[in-house]
C-alpha cells in the first residue's frame, strides 16, 4: 500500500475516534486530534487549531443527535455558550502570544488532571 493510501487510512482512524470520543466525552477529541497532529510534524499551535476545526462540527452534530433524541434540551447549554465563547476568544488571542512550549506544558497539564478526574469518580 503507498504511504499516501496509509497516511489517508490512519488520518480517517483518528477522525473517528476523535468523533467517537466527542460524543462519548463531550468534545474530547481534540485529545485525540493535538497528539496525532503533533506526531504528523504540526507545532503545538497549528494542532491545537487544527483540532478546534475538526471539534467544532463533529460537536455540532453530537449536539444536534443528542438533542433530536431527546437526551437534552439547548436551554441545558445556554449558561455556559456566552461563556465559552468568551473563552475561545480569549484562546485565540492568547495561542500566537504563547510559546508552543507552554501550551505543550498547559496541554499536557489539562491532561493530567482530565484523566486522574475521570480515574476517581
Known amino acids: 500500500m503507498k504511504t499516501k493510501s496509509k497516511k489517508k487510512i490512519k488520518r480517517m482512524l483518528v477522525g473517528f475516534a476523535g468523533g467517537m470520543l466527542s460524543a462519548l466525552c463531550g468534545a474530547g477529541g481534540g485529545l485525540v486530534f493535538v ?24 460537536s455540532a452534530v453530537c449536539a444536534a443527535a443528542y438533542i433530536f433524541k431527546g437526551y437534552l434540551t439547548l436551554s441545558d447549554g445556554l449558561l455556559f455558550i ?40
Open 35 to 58: 497528539p496525532y497532529l503533533k506526531s504528523e510534524g504540526k507545532n503545538q499551535n497549528d494542532a491545537g487549531r487544527v483540532a478546534v476545526a475538526c471539534v467544532l462540527p463533529i
Open 82 to 121: 456566552p461563556f465559552g465563547l468568551l473563552g475561545a476568544a480569549a484562546g485565540v488571542a492568547a495561542i500566537n502570544r504563547l510559546a508552543p512550549s507552554w501550551l505543550r506544558i498547559i496541554f499536557g497539564g489539562f491532561m493530567i488532571y482530565a484523566g486522574v478526574r475521570f480515574l476517581i469518580r
